[in-house]
């Protein structure tokens, strides 16, 4: 099952694998064809294409030319110059230049289908937002009035793929050719689904990509708040480890970013930048007299990042512990923190960060091939009920469900701190994604910028020259 949105990211992911969209086209076009020869009856069937001005349509023009020897007629619902996108363009235009029987619809008010056989419903595909307007809606209206076998690509006009709702009229198709996996809202009505095997390679959905980053977006009116306020709580026997985690909050975009430490521990940061609010507690380290307050902060954040440099103290982890089972909110455990989240019963949300180490420590199980790893953190992050991010030369990131791989980032980022910078970077994102996207795509940003650095300088990065690269490596040139 997946979503459109998570389509869309794989798609982009497989283009920067090197198998772009126009490939994935072309076998679309294919399967579509394929299902369209099984229904037709026989050669000399007569069969109608309706194809929208976008991908969905492109599928379609592809499909033309794999049914030679069909009484087949490709109608455009537009001019060709309305066409959205490149590739499908170049598709309607291969129609074209080859002859095929292809007809521009300007006025559908004069728009006869005749009589086909069957019809291809490819107006309009996963792009479709509210209901189908002029000129869809009244050629939805006939296609539903024919004899016709319909076959839909990939979803049948006017249908929303993830709820399999929609606001007006709708194709109503017999047969729906999907491509890649079944899509959610599929299931719910009466189309025979076939999904079509298009050779998007698996690491385009096992591994991250720039495709993961496309569910950053910023409205043009958001205001202050709406990107996110996180309370870093850390610090005690160590000071750098809150601010670098609090500094790449803020470099990931999240709007306020707040610091809960130890009075001593807050007096260093407030040197090292004036962009940190600190708010202060009493004593040397964290410690149970200070969770009551705490928790009114949390509650007044949306996400809290819990664990850099705090040690690991028994009443600093009791107190860890007695927050975490009365906090209800989103947090991100790193470091010392880790250790007391299999004892503790909580309604938080969490996304745990582990290294290989900590995870052992946690009770969890690791491997050296990653393949390995990836089914023992999916099943440990199952067990928990949390979101895991385990550290290595590939990350696994998984919610028990779905897990995904990072390959991003390099030897180099192996000096203190590093962990640091990608706890607030994920803390800042959980604000905005779900868990697993704010995993996934902290680690291939946080891996990003140490490559950018490395590329730049070689090794010997320290950690702040990774905080400065976190922007570009979350919002720089995006490969899609
Ligand atoms: N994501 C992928 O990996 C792949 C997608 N492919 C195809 O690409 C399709 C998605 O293509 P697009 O993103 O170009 O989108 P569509 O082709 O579904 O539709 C986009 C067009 O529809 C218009 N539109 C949106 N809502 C409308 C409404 N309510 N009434 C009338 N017009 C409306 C938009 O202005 C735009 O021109 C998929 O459904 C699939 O068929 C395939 O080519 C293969 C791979
Ligand atoms: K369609």
Known sequence: MITARRMAAVDANAAALGVPRKQLMESSGNAVARVVRDVAGGEGAEIAIVAGRGNNGGDAFVAARFLDG????????GRPESVSTDIARENYDALVEAEYDVETVTDSREFGLGDPDVVVDAMLGTGVTGALREPEASVAERINALDATVVAVDVPSGVDADTGESEGVAVEADHVVTFHDEKPGLSSLDSKVHVADIGIPAAAETFTGPGDLRSLTRDPQSHKGDHGEVLVVGGGPYTGAPALAAGSALRAGADL?????PEPVAREIQGYSENFIL???EGSRFAPDHVDDLLGRANDHDVVVFGPGLGSADETLDAVEEFLARYDGRAVVDA???????DVETEATLVCTPHQGELEKMGGTTAEAWRERRSLVSEFAGDLGHTLLVKGAYDVVSDGSETRVNRTGNPGMTVGG???????????????????????????????AGDIVVDERGFGLVATDLLERVPEALWGERDD
């Open 418 to 448: 590093t962990g640091d910078v990608l706890a607030g970077v994920t803390g800042a994102l959980l604000s905005t994604q779900d868990p697993l996207d704010a995993a996934a795509i902290g680690a291939y940003a946080n891996g990003r």
């Open 279 to 281: 708010v202060p507690f």
């Open 257 to 261: 970013v707040r610091v809960a430490c």
């Open 70 to 77: 069909f009484d087949t007629r490709t109608y455009l619902l």
């Open 336 to 342: 010392d923190a880790l250790q007391v989240v299999p």
